[in-house]
């Protein structure tokens, strides 16, 4: 197996993607999965729906693309507002995506009526994360004008949060979407099919005690992926977070003569790897660096500390029994981390389990039945 790699327990996101949906169905809350940290990496995607998920989302159009090129059919939504450069390229491979600008709407309501295709779209309400969105005062104008355009099918509403602000939602602004969208609809007539309350951040609200209202879909990607609440950073309860592993390959691993001291006092040169770590005894380089991953989102297996790194070479030292040159360290990455390495082109992807649940109970079975033959 060629290194560096990137593991990918695909159960592992079925799994997840299974556990967060039947926890929000009985709230009336479905999963759209988020594939954009993983470059919409087809046979993820794929799993999150096998695990449950309604459709998938992502920011990016090559990313939508690359699904659609693997032959993945479901809805798929843009959540990234389109470039009005792309309106094609969105109607074309998209059915619905998120809004926040009349013109681009317009722009999307003519590339739909070139190819004869309705394009639902969901305006995106500006609730406090202070990244995108349509001032609340302003949306039911909006969604007038998005009714009496052709070519565009008003679908929605939706909220995004702690994206930019990284300030989880509370019950009162996921309050506001609610009656936003009964506004809406006191103004416009029709039925906001969709109410989406936002990402992985909105969890804990959306488990919490309080009644859910009218959100009945949440955008979730980092909580599928790596199993973790991206305010908290906490595990969420029952959730794997080690479905991705990175795994690099040591170059060299000789023991470097004793740094040099200096006078200074700085925690930061212990990561520059110029003063020394208490109990390292041994460093190791690995062939991987900033070209592939966010290095400081990677968490070192027990007995070993970063030291530095460069855009091709990873330091770190250890205290335990050598390792070998050529043998191979595992990481578990964070959400920038796994998003970097996913984009990296010398880092292959290597999946595991790459079977629905169904199928290997049919095998299992099978197998079973011969044995009682
Ligand atoms: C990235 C993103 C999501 C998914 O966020 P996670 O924290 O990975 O769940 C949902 N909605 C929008 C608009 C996004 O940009």
Redesign the pocket.
């Known amino acids: 197996m060629s290194c560096p790699r990137i593991e990918v327990d695909l159960r592992k996101i079925r799994r997840n993607t299974q556990t967060v949906t039947r926890r929000l169905g009985p709230r009336g809350i479905g999963v759209t999965g988020?594939t954009?940290?993983v470059c919409g990496h087809p046979a993820i995607g794929q799993a999150m729906l096998d695990g449950g998920a309604l459709g998938l989302?992502d920011?990016r159009i090559n990313n939508v693309q690359r699904l659609r090129q693997a032959g993945i059919a479901c809805s798929v939504t843009l959540?990234?507002t389109p470039m009005l450069s792309q309106a094609d390229e969105v109607v074309g491979c998209c059915e619905v995506s998120?809004n926040t600008e009349i013109a681009v709407i317009a722009a999307l309501a003519s590339a739909a009526i070139r190819i004869d295709k309705v394009h639902g779209i969901i305006l995106m309400v500006e609730l406090g994360d202070q990244r995108e969105g349509i001032l609340p005062e302003n949306v039911a104008e909006i969604a007038q004008q998005v009714m009496i355009m052709q070519g565009v099918a008003l679908k929605g509403i939706g909220a995004?949060f702690a994206?930019l602000s990284g300030i989880a939602p509370t019950a009162s602004q996921m309050a506001s979407l609610c009656d936003l969208a009964n506004e809406v609809e006191g103004v416009c007539g029709p039925f906001m099919k969709i109410v989406s309350g936002?990402?992985?951040?909105n969890l804990p609200w959306a488990l919490g005690e309080r009644n859910t209202g009218r959100i009945n879909d949440l955008?979730?990607?980092?909580?599928i992926l790596l199993g973790i609440e991206?305010v908290s950073g906490d595990q969420i309860d029952g959730m794997h977070t080690d479905a991705f592993t990175l795994v690099a390959e040591v170059i060299e691993t000789d023991a470097k003569p004793a740094p040099f001291r200096i006078a200074l006092v700085d925690p930061t040169l212990t990561r520059l790897g110029i003063a020394p770590i208490s109990g390292v005894t041994t460093r190791l380089i690995l062939a991987i660096g900033h070209q592939d991953t966010d290095i400081l989102g990677l968490s070192m297996p027990v007995g070993h500390t970063l030291i530095g790194a460069t855009s091709d070479h990873l330091v770190i030292g250890t205290n335990q029994s050598v390792l070998k040159l050529g043998s191979e360290v595992r990481f578990q990455m964070d959400?920038k981390a796994l998003m970097h390495a996913m984009a990296a082109p010398d880092i292959e992807v290597n999946l595991l389990h790459d079977q629905p649940a169904t199928q290997s109970r049919q095998i299992h079975s099978k197998s079973e039945h011969l044995m009682l033959v």
């Open positions: 988020v954009k940290a989302a920011a959540i990234r998120y995004n994206c936002g990402n992985s951040a955008r979730l990607g980092e909580a991206p959400y």
